[in-house]
């Protein structure tokens, strides 16, 4: 859908994996714009690719608002670092960044592309962005397509001064939706080992959660990242619903930076 909507405004999107579990999509501009104008026209996408597929995708900032595949516009930001294509990632199988065609992207699997496997890939079919400065595009239909849309900016991330043209930054889990915080750990597994014990105590509501509902954040502390689990009971009947419950885990160690 990503690639539909960039054809249909002629612009040329090169796929690639994050190495990690998302996507990256490259376009080459021409030298014609600023940051501003770069932020808003990605918004201006990701909102078009929800309109398009509603059920798949969401540009929704807040993660206690989404569903399916987040698109995600303030990829664009002026200290956002950038995984280059080819860069080798911090897993422990070493993956790769690793560029696409357009016919890999539907099956393609981020577990295939490591530090291993990558030399014998690009002997065989060579650099596949290697024709993107061929294709800088002009960044004056997705400012349209913004104007058109007309909803204005959106949030940007908290570390950014307020922006004139923002809404307000009003958390979702502080508007009242029904938040459950669940444990916080050291380590992702051990707060996901958490979650499944919340889960054994409570099935019924655990049956009616959905996929979107189980909140995995990874939070900045002072030298480290730490995991916090959440779920969201909008899907829960409300007699069903459980009360807070003391954190499992509860790893007292974090403190922001």
């Known amino acids: 859908m990503t690639r539909a909507v960039l054809e249909d405004l002629h612009l ?48 929704k900032w807040w993660k206690e608002e989404r569903h399916g595949v987040f698109v995600d516009y303030n990829q664009n930001a002026k200290d956002r670092t950038v995984a280059s294509a080819y860069s080798v990632r911090p897993t422990p199988d070493a ?24 030399p014998a890939r690009f002997a065989k079919l060579g650099d596949l962005h290697a024709a993107i400065d061929e294709h800088a595009g002009s960044l004056a239909g997705l400012l349209e397509l913004f104007e058109r849309q007309g909803l204005g900016d959106a949030p940007w991330p908290p570390h950014y001064r ?45 049956t009616h959660l959905e996929p979107a509902d189980v909140l995995v954040d990874a939070m900045r502390g002072r030298y480290s990242t730490w995991t916090r689990i959440r779920v969201n009971l909008q899907h829960v009947p ?6 807070q419950e003391a954190l499992d885990p509860d790893e007292k160690i974090f403190s922001s930076s």
Request: charged share 30%.
């Open 162 to 206: 307020r922006q004139a043209s923002e809404p307000p930054r009003v958390q979702p889990s502080r508007r009242r939706l029904p938040l459950l915080e669940i444990g916080r750990a050291r380590r992702k597994e051990v707060a996901l080992a958490g979650l499944e014990r919340w889960k054994a105590r409570h099935p019924q509501a655990a």
């Open 12 to 59: 040329v999107g090169w796929p690639k994996t994050s190495g990690s579990r998302g996507m990256h999509v490259y376009v080459r501009l021409e030298r014609r714009w600023g940051f501003d104008d770069v932020r808003r026209s990605a918004l201006a996408l990701a909102r078009e690719v929800e309109r398009r597929a509603p059920k798949l995708a969401t540009s």
């Open 95 to 118: 993956r790769v960044s690793a560029p696409l065609g357009w016919g890999e992207v539907a099956d393609c699997n981020p577990a295939d592309f490591t530090l291993s496997s990558m």
């Open 238 to 243: 409300e007699e069903l619903r459980p009360a």
